[in-house]
């Protein structure tokens, strides 16, 4: 199958091989940057920030969670006047959800569009195959057919293989996300409960 692929990008479906695979590489960007932040970046010890916001320590809090997006709404909420403290979070809240779903929803796109621009490569095989059978001797039908349907079946073949796994990543990467933003609600919560005590 291997070889297949690799003979398809000379092949006549050679412009969506090369399409898919700059799809893919875009694909690779997205996925090692959120994954980067995700799981490197933005790691903090989510129990201790709890805890220390439980002990009123809010400074310590925000300063153990710098890097994270939930630094900011702790640095937000503790700086506001009391009662002004929720609001002061939730304003602080869109720009910390902006930036955890920040080209999250490419990766389902990208897996899309691979498997559509696969499709499309399928067609124009078929085509390919069966456009010149009619005007053709039997060996040349027989080396359009086989053309085609090898194209068909690459550019399907590739499409898949780059579309399956940008949608199982960008399920990964979105129940991260969702991680990450529960908690920050969580330790907004709190952050208010301590400021209103």
């Known amino acids: 199958m291997l070889d297949a692929l690799l003979e398809a990008f000379s092949g006549p479906g050679a412009a969506f091989m090369y399409a898919i ?14 994954g980067w932040f995700f799981w490197l970046k933005w790691r903090v010890d989510t129990a201790g920030v709890l805890s220390s916001v439980r002990a009123g320590d809010l400074d310590g809090a925000a300063s153990a969670a710098a890097a994270h997006p939930v630094g900011a709404l702790i640095t937000a909420g503790k700086d506001a006047k009391a009662e002004a403290a929720w609001d002061a979070m939730s304003a602080q809240a869109a720009l910390a959800e902006a930036k955890v779903r ?5 990766l389902a796109t990208i897996g899309n569009i691979a498997t559509m621009l696969g499709l499309l490569g399928t067609v124009y095989g078929l085509i390919l195959a069966f456009g ?5 001797s039997a060996a040349e039908r027989t080396a359009r057919l086989s053309e085609g349907i090898a194209t068909a079946m690459a550019t399907t073949a590739w499409g898949l293989l780059v579309g399956i796994p940008a949608l199982g990543a960008h399920a990964v990467v979105e129940s991260k996300a969702n991680q990450l933003l529960a908690f920050c609600e969580a ?5 208010a409960a301590a400021r209103r005590a």
Not at 21 to 34: D, K, Q, S, W, Y
Not at 187 to 191: G, K, P
């Open 21 to 34: 695979t700059a799809i893919l590489a875009f694909a690779l960007a997205v996925g090692l940057e959120r």
């Open 132 to 136: 010149g059978l009619g005007d053709a």
């Open 102 to 106: 920040n080209r999250v929803s490419y």
């Open 187 to 191: 330790v907004a919560s709190e952050v």
